[in-house]
C-alpha cells in the first residue's frame, strides 16, 4: 500500500505565496511521476503541474511563471510553490504519485488540502 499526504494549504491574499508539500509512504520500489492536480467547486480535476523521473515538467498554462513544481526523490516528497496568487486559483490541491511496489503498479491520491485566495 502507498499513502500519499498533502499539507500547506491555507488562506492567502490575493498576490500571497503558498508552498504545499506532499510526501509519498509505504512499499515503494520506484516513482516515476508526481503531480499536483485542483478542484474547484463545480469544476473537474484539472492538472497544475506534473514532474517525470527524469526531471522534466510540465504547468497548466493558467498557473506558468507563478508556479514551481520539484521533487526530493530522497524524501519521496513533492513540492508546489505557488507566487502571486489570484483568486481564481481558489480550490482543493491533490497530489497524485505513480510508480511501483515491489509487486505491483500503483497510482495514489492523497486527500487534499484546501487553498483559499482572497481578492
Known amino acids: 500500500q502507498v499513502q500519499v499526504v498533502e499539507s500547506g494549504g491555507g488562506l492567502v491574499q490575493a498576490g500571497g505565496s503558498l508552498r504545499l508539500s506532499c510526501a509519498a509512504s509505504?512499499?515503494?520500489?520506484?516513482?516515476?511521476?508526481m503531480g499536483w492536480y485542483r478542484q474547484a467547486p463545480g469544476k473537474q480535476r484539472e492538472l497544475v503541474a506534473r514532474?517525470?523521473?527524469?526531471?522534466?515538467?510540465n504547468y497548466a498554462d493558467a498557473v506558468k511563471g507563478r508556479f514551481t513544481i520539484a521533487g526530493d526523490n530522497a524524501k519521496k516528497t513533492l513540492y508546489l510553490q505557488m507566487n502571486s496568487l489570484k483568486p481564481e486559483d481558489t480550490a482543493v490541491y491533490y497530489c497524485?504519485?505513480?510508480?511501483?511496489?515491489?509487486?505491483?503498479?500503483?497510482?495514489?491520491w492523497g486527500q487534499g488540502t484546501q487553498v483559499t485566495v482572497s481578492s
Open positions: 509505504g512499499s515503494i520500489l520506484s516513482i516515476n511521476a
Open positions: 514532474i517525470i523521473s527524469g526531471g522534466s515538467t
Open positions: 497524485n504519485v505513480e510508480g511501483a511496489t515491489p509487486w505491483r503498479a500503483f497510482n495514489s
